[in-house]
């Protein structure tokens, strides 16, 4: 049976990545889990090999925003070879699932000894800084209905299903937007067969349309990481 990997440390050469793994733990990834603080260093970092998280922020007395998404074809962490640094965001478990987890102190000790690994972690944190920007003008200049449409496939890219659990006010609270903006373009993919919704059950019908109403973004990010970290599709 296939055991899900985590796509950066598949990167690792062979010895590096045994010698890694030797500090790291598997760990399950519970659903709404808390995995950073916000203003609070790192205790750990986690290399996903199932489910998603995501990076929200939370700014004065507006509800939290998504800023970030990632799964087993990245870290949490990555800043870490930078030193000891607070992070800006709240890292959730978005979609329950389980990955490697080492000690932040391990992790720094280990990109000192292994310049392969060194060398990927600062891979990773460049192309957090380029699809965190490209969100941001996303948010900016992108209508609701593109915007949830690329960020459904991103979850599906991650959850590798077709069915998720999703709520119509988890969907508003990830885009930044009010519930009725995600209702109207939920209810219009769903009208048009693309996806079928049913009391937070949501089911990708047709990926190919969805693709097709998603905004440039959706394929600007994969770009993005297949560019910065040397990868295919």
């Not at 074809?73 to 987890?101: D, I, K, Y």
Request: charged share 20%.
């Amino acid at each position: 049976m296939h055991r899900p990997e985590n796509k950066l440390l598949r990167q690792l050469p062979q010895a590096a990545r045994q010698q890694l793994l030797g500090h790291c733990e598997m760990c399950e990834l519970p659903l709404s889990t808390e995995l950073s603080v916000r203003g609070q260093p790192l205790r750990h970092a986690y290399f996903p090999t199932e489910g998603f998280l995501s990076l929200v922020i939370d700014v004065e007395s507006y509800p939290a925003l998504e800023v970030g998404m990632l799964g087993a074809e990245s870290m949490l962490g990555s800043e870490l070879v930078l030193g000891l640094a607070a992070t800006p965001w709240r890292a959730l478990v978005q979609g329950a699932g389980a990955g490697w987890r080492i000690e932040a102190t391990d992790l720094r000790a280990q990109c000192d000894a292994l310049p392969a690994l060194q060398k990927l972690l600062q891979a990773c944190l460049l192309v957090r800084l380029h699809q965190q920007t490209l969100a941001a003008a996303c948010q900016r200049y992108h209508l609701i209905a593109p915007r949830l449409a690329r960020w459904l496939l991103m979850s599906q890219d991650r959850s590798r299903t077709e069915t998720f659990h999703l709520t119509q006010e988890f969907m508003a609270l990830m885009l930044g937007v009010r519930r009725v903006g995600v209702t109207e373009a939920a209810s219009l993919f769903q009208d048009s067969g693309l996806i079928s919704y049913h009391r937070g059950e949501l089911t990708v019908l047709n990926r190919k349309a969805l693709e097709a109403e998603a905004c440039s973004c959706y394929a600007a990010d994969k770009g993005i990481y297949q560019r910065l970290m040397h990868m295919g599709a």
